[in-house]
C-alpha cells in the first residue's frame, strides 16, 4: 500500500463565495419579524375599520340617512332653504337623466 492510499470521505458540497452572494432568500429572523408586522398591521387594519363603522352606525342613529353623506357640522348648518335647493338641485339632475333616456 502506497503512504497517499487514505480512505475515501464523505462528499461534502462546499460552497463559494459567489454562490453564497447569489442567494437572496430571508433568514428565520428576518421571516418572523415580517410575519410580526403584517399581523400588527392587519389588527391595526381592523381596529380602524371598527371605529369607522362604529362612528358611521352612530351618526346614522342621531341624523338619520343623511349622516351617512354630511359630516355633523354640515348637517347642523343646513336649514330648511338649503335642503330645498339642493333637492330642485337633484330633481333637475333626475329629470335631464331621464329626458336623455327616453331619445
Known amino acids: ?7 475515501p470521505t464523505t462528499a461534502v ?8 452572494k447569489e442567494w437572496k432568500g430571508l433568514t428565520m429572523d428576518e421571516l ?3 410575519r410580526a ?4 398591521l392587519r389588527e391595526v387594519n381592523r381596529a380602524n375599520l371598527s371605529y369607522q363603522f362604529n362612528n358611521a352606525r352612530d351618526n346614522v342613529s342621531q341624523n ?3 349622516g351617512l353623506l354630511f359630516s355633523n357640522n354640515t348637517i347642523t348648518g343646513l336649514k330648511k332653504a338649503d335642503y330645498l335647493f339642493l333637492g330642485a338641485k337633484a330633481i333637475g339632475i333626475l329629470l335631464r ?5 327616453k331619445k
Open 97 to 101: 337623466l331621464y329626458s336623455r333616456r
Open 1 to 7: 500500500m502506497s503512504a497517499n492510499n487514505t480512505l
Open 37 to 40: 408586522k403584517s399581523l400588527v
Open 64 to 66: 338619520g340617512i343623511r
Open 32 to 34: 418572523k419579524m415580517r
Open 13 to 20: 458540497p462546499t460552497t463559494t463565495s459567489t454562490q453564497q
